[in-house]
């Protein structure tokens, strides 16, 4: 009754295509862009800070991820490092560049992690599947070892870490450091993901994702039929790395503020693998929704746990978390392996329909 | 120049000069290398019988370890503490088949490896919860384990130092291979495994249960973990720290192929003495710390040769 497209007629080839053919959607949309601009007004910083804006970025890079195993077919456990050669980059840049503005070099600093990625992304022109992931792993620890042997990437800090120095931009805003806001810096993140998201969206359904989608379903049938595996296999290292670089950029600059190394470590890279997993494999929705669940289970398991009268100590609390979002992530697969994003259009079919069982 | 000598002459020399250090360094490589090959077992055994890359190997290998310590802590007899341990990952297995493998049946391998990395995030959390997340020491001597060490001199005046720990574990190690090959060549649950790799269903038409056939793989592998934890453990600590270096069993698998006991052996004791080697020898070039990824690189440069390892199988692709 509610949600249903019949009436709504495309008269234009523009209508067509456009990315959001039912009006409810539009509408549906809208509504979360509202929210999406008023929650800074009335959420408190702690709110913005440690949940919504790591949230927006880490599912920036389960969609970066999303590109190389949902649509591409690659799988990769090495989404940390290539996350950490944005965050790297971006830090030598501002160093080198520090008069302009950050918001440019964290896009630019995507395209070094792109390159990287395009390096690691050559073996999968002959070897796919597992022993891929493994090549991805090599890609993983040699990055890893490279944040921390070679001090020139972090200035040749004693402590070895990078600290994100103070920025401005947009007359005289601080956009980064210690001394910016959350709001501004929710806005900032907001503002990326939403043009980014919406760039991809536009890349998988042209003619560079639906080659993705051929090589993953079956590549040498692609082959034959004109799709070259070289440029498609490596064009998805690039998408899928420049966006996991931007994330890994605006993770250390609007988020940590201050990272090490280890920040970067394997343990992130199955986070965004979870997200993509959980999510959804090849939809860009799911990647939202698997960001949100794996980011906000183990949150939300801390603060509801000790509100049930159940008093452990903090440690024991993460203990229990880890192992809660161990099972649930088993009991996902099993009963709805095609991610949350299945159960999203699922939903919308139900709704289709309602209030009669059968449309 | 310099530096073409310091890459292809001088690690050579070094090697020469001091030939009891180069063979000290080849033995600790082939003692890492026995440990990297234990856990590449486990990782074969269920791969080979379901099909399933079971990334909480590593995981088992330290929950094992700390099952047993945990046990002795609390002051169960060392022996009786190893039984309990053996009917724990019994436990386990059988839930692992019941609750993760069965339901998740004929689902692609993705789903299915992500569901063993999610067996991970549990036991990790699990382990954690019982245990606590300090570093145990492994109960060694009380287990009977040979401690101590011998020195054999070499050449003028050399020495070589075999701790007793490890010659133990390279004992262990080869019985339990024997012991393994003569399960899967000669009995009939080791056939009704090697059935199951080969075609599940062809298997199920003849009367093999899968879902048995699964547990008991699991349950070898727990034991295959436990042998790994005790050995490692005794070297070391027992800690999670161990789940990372299970990942090394990656790289071995890859040079050995994923199917192939043999292979996990010689790919193990590859990547632990040519990793050895190269951080001894090459890894002062580029500042040290190589060890973390050397293996991961000797696997990728030879997978771009043979992608099928060393002893795998052939891959036919079909359209």
Known sequence: MLYRESGQYKTSYISDQSIFPIREDRIGMMIIGVIAIAIPFVASDFFLNAIMTPFLILALAAIGLNILTGYAGQLSLGTGAFMGVGAYSCYKLTTIFPDVNIIILVLLSGLFSAGIGVIFGLPSLRIKGLYLAVTTLAAQFFLEWCFIRIPWLYNYNASGAIEVPERRGFGDIILTGPAAGAMTQYFVVLGIVVVVTLAVKNIVRGRIGRQWMMIRDMDIAAELMGVRPLTAKLSAFAVSSYLCGVAGAMFIFFYLGAAEPSAFSITLSFQILFMVILGGLGSLVGSYFGAAFIWGLPIVLRAVLPAMGIDIGAETVFHIATMVVGALIIFFLIVEPHGLARLWSLGKEKLRVWPFPYG | ?319
């Open chain 2, 1 to 319: 120049m310099d530096i073409l000598y310091s890459i292809l002459v001088d690690p050579f020399v070094q090697m020469v000069d001091l030939p009891d250090f180069f063979l000290q360094v080849l033995w600790e490589g082939f003692v890492a290398g026995v440990l990297y090959a234990l856990i590449a077992l486990g990782f074969v055994l269920i791969f080979k019988a379901s099909g399933v890359f079971n990334f909480a190997q590593g995981i088992m290998v330290v929950f094992a370890g700390l099952t047993l310590v945990g046990l002795h802590e609390k002051g169960v007899p060392a022996y009786l503490a190893l039984i309990l341990t053996i009917g724990v990952m019994g436990l386990l297995a059988l839930a692992v088949e019941r609750f993760v493998m069965r339901p998740l049946v004929n689902q692609p391998d993705i789903i299915l490896l992500m569901s063993t990395i999610g067996l991970t995030y549990f036991l990790i959390g699990f382990g954690e919860f019982i245990f606590g997340g300090e570093p145990k020491q492994m109960i060694a001597s009380e287990l009977g384990l040979p401690t101590g060490s011998t020195a054999f001199e070499i050449g003028d005046g050399g020495l070589l130092i075999l701790q007793h720990i490890d010659i133990a574990a390279a004992v262990i190690a080869l019985i339990m291979v024997g012991c393994l090959a003569v399960f899967f060549n000669k009995t009939r649950i080791g056939r009704a495994l090697r059935a199951v790799a080969d075609d599940h269903q062809a298997a199920l038409s003849v009367g093999i249960s899968l879902n048995q056939i699964w547990a008991i793989v699991w349950f070898a592998a727990g034991i295959v973990a436990l042998t790994t934890g005790i050995m490692w453990g005794a070297r070391s600590d027992v800690s999670f720290a161990l789940e990372i270096i299970a990942l090394k069993a990656l790289p071995v698998l890859i040079l050995g192929g994923f199917t192939s006991i043999p292979g996990a052996i010689v790919g193990g004791l590859i990547i632990g003495i040519g990793e050895k080697i190269g951080e001894i020898y090459w890894g002062p070039l580029v500042g040290g710390g190589i060890e973390s990824w050397l293996a991961y690189m000797i696997a990728l440069i030879f997978l771009l040769f043979r992608p099928q390892g060393l002893f795998g199988e052939r891959i036919i692709e079909r359209v």
